[in-house]
């Protein structure tokens, strides 16, 4: 069992930054993967980035070279840094972690890019 709690979203104006947290707890020593989606007001959830246990990471294609994931061992937590935002990354983000049985879901935090 695995509890996921995020923290860091918000309302930036378009060019501003935010980071995501996500805190993971419980059963955590076998998580494979750690990461990101995002799902937008009547659009599909889509995998926006993912930290796999050997640090390789895949992105979204639009949001490459202006977010960056990352993974605190220590802490327990996988991180999204979001740079240079735009009006189309406005959406609510949820971490997911997976081990070989299941996958664990966050609550979801609202990010929100607008002038």
């Known amino acids: 069992q695995v509890l996921l709690v995020e923290s860091g979203g918000g309302l930036v104006q378009p060019g501003e930054s935010l980071r995501l947290s996500c805190a993971a707890s419980?059963?955590?020593?076998?998580?494979?993967?750690m990461g990101w989606y995002r799902q937008a007001p009547g659009k599909q959830r889509e995998l926006v980035a993912r930290?796999?246990?050997?640090?390789?990471?895949n992105y979204l294609d639009s949001v490459k070279g202006r977010f960056t994931i990352s993974r605190d061992n220590a802490k327990n937590t996988v991180y999204l840094q979001m740079n240079n935002l735009k009006p189309e990354d406005t959406a609510v983000y949820y971490c997911?972690?997976?081990?070989?049985?299941?996958?664990?879901w966050g609550q979801g935090t609202q990010v929100t890019v607008s002038s």
């Open positions: 419980g059963s955590i020593l076998d998580l494979i993967v």
């Open positions: 930290i796999y246990r050997d640090d390789t990471t």
């Open positions: 997911n972690v997976a081990n070989w049985s299941t996958n664990y």
